[in-house]
């Protein structure tokens, strides 16, 4: 089959590689339709992300058809069925998953080892995103094996376009959990860092938990007009001289009840922190670039929510305790619980409450994916969201 491949630092590459296999009795193969690039897929496209080998095939965001599944898979799934497959892998079983703590599953990750030297216990396994999360192949692809095929992939209606639902797959329950974990409380004012994919689906949800005001931060005016027209008063920060300012004068004086971080480690910056970050990153002595991470924390008001569901990697400098410690912030943080959100979510989309395409720019055939990494990385061509299909051969009309 045909597969998207990390060969290198910025370097994709669509690789001939073997079919997957049923390996384990509660697996299933699923051929994919539609599969998307996420944000998170840079951090291994720009080297940020350790453990990754070259011919890893990469892509967490997929959806499909069932063509096989194993011995064990009972009701729950069936040949045929059109599946979305969440991008962390859960047992359904371990006290995580009990938990409903799905992304911190403890029986998902064989490589669980490596990511217990760096964090001290290992998240779940994810698709195709590091051999530090498992080593799973990922779903850029034209088929994967899904591992406990049934606690994660959701049915969906037959008739329904791939574009309504493959979101359902991480960005949109992504959303959704980050303006969740906010504590929004009705009246409140949400400032949004971040306006991809994830942030637009923060706004998204934030109006759908009550906010009445949500400021959302960028510097691409494509972007930010995609955050107006989800409701948003937009902030470019390339056109204030202090981010903190302008959230201060915006909220007579008291800051944003809530903040959320919906750009994570490859925040842009300035100043003589961010200088020290961009520089220890690239010498690969620290993984992230935290710049909007102490930005939110100082801009938040006293006793309110730091959400965090942009992506770090490992231990980072200049964290502003002090100042989440003394004005008493609350912050939550984690990989999606997926499996929470995707029947609510697929729920609403049906209803007609979310249409989730608004996001889209780009829709291609998967043979572009290594043209489609730079555009989307560089913020060209106004990309905001790459849907791939991995079976056409021509252009799709965008
Ligand atoms: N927690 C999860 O389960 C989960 C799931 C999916 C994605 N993510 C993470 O969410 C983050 C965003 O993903 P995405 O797909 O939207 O990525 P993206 O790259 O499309 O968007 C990031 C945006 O942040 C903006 N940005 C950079 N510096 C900024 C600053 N100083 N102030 C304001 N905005 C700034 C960029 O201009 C860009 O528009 C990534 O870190 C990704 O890894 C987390
Ligand atoms: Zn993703
Ligand atoms: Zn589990």
Redesign the pocket.
């Known amino acids: 089959m045909k597969a998207v491949c990390w060969m290198g630092v910025n370097k994709m590459s669509v690789e001939d590689v073997p079919d997957p296999k049923i390996l384990n009795p509660r697996d299933a193969i699923v051929k994919i339709t539609s599969t998307c690039i996420?944000?998170?897929d840079?951090?291994l496209y720009n080297g940020y992300m350790p453990t990754m080998e070259q011919g890893d095939i990469v892509g967490h965001e997929f959806m499909g058809e069932v063509m096989e599944v194993g011995p064990s898979i009972k009701d729950s799934l069936k040949v045929g069925d059109k599946v979305v497959v969440p991008?962390?892998i859960a047992c359904g079983q371990c006290f995580f998953c009990q938990k409903q703590l799905w992304?911190l599953c403890d029986n998902s990750n064989p490589n669980y080892w490596i990511a217990e030297k760096i964090m001290g216990y290992s998240p779940s396994g994810l698709f195709g995103y590091t051999h530090m999360m498992g080593g799973y192949a990922g779903g850029q692809a034209q088929y994967a094996r899904v591992p406990f095929a049934d606690v994660g992939p959701i049915k969906v209606p037959q008739g329904i376009p791939d574009e309504q639902v493959v979101f359902l797959s991480?960005?949109l329950p992504?959303g959704y959990?980050?303006a969740e974990n906010a504590d929004i409380e009705p009246g409140d004012t949400v400032a949004i860092?971040?306006?991809?994919?994830?942030?637009?689906f923060a706004i998204v949800s934030a109006f759908l938990f009550g906010a009445e005001r949500v400021i959302a931060?960028?510097?691409?005016p494509y972007?930010l007009r995609l955050a107006a027209e989800a409701g948003a008063e937009t902030l470019n920060?390339e056109e204030v001289d202090s981010?903190l300012n302008a959230l201060k004068d915006m909220t007579g004086g008291i800051g944003p009840d809530r903040v959320i971080d919906?750009?994570?480690?490859?925040?842009?910056?300035h100043g003589a922190y961010f200088a020290v970050d961009r520089m220890k990153q690239m010498m690969r002595m620290q993984f992230d670039r935290p710049?909007?991470l102490r930005?939110a924390i100082i801009a938040c008001r006293k006793g309110g929510t730091v959400s965090?569901?942009?992506?770090y990697g490992g231990f980072i400098d200049k964290m502003p305790m002090g100042q989440y410690m003394n004005k008493g912030l609350t912050m939550k943080?984690?990989?999606?619980h997926m499996m929470r959100y995707m029947q609510p979510l697929l729920d609403r989309i049906q209803k007609g409450e979310i249409d989730p395409t608004f996001i889209i720019s780009h829709r291609v055939p998967m043979h572009e994916a290594p043209n489609m990494y730079k555009t989307?990385?560089d913020?060209q061509d106004e990309c905001?969201?790459v849907v791939l299909d991995p079976w056409a051969d021509g252009a799709i009309a965008a």
């Open positions: 996420c944000g998170s840079l951090h991008f962390t992304s991480d960005i992504t959990m980050a860092w971040g306006c991809g994919p994830v942030g637009l931060i960028d510097r691409f972007r920060y981010v919906a750009v994570g480690m490859e925040a842009v910056g710049y909007v930005e965090v569901p942009g992506v943080t984690g990989q999606t989307f990385n913020k905001s969201k």
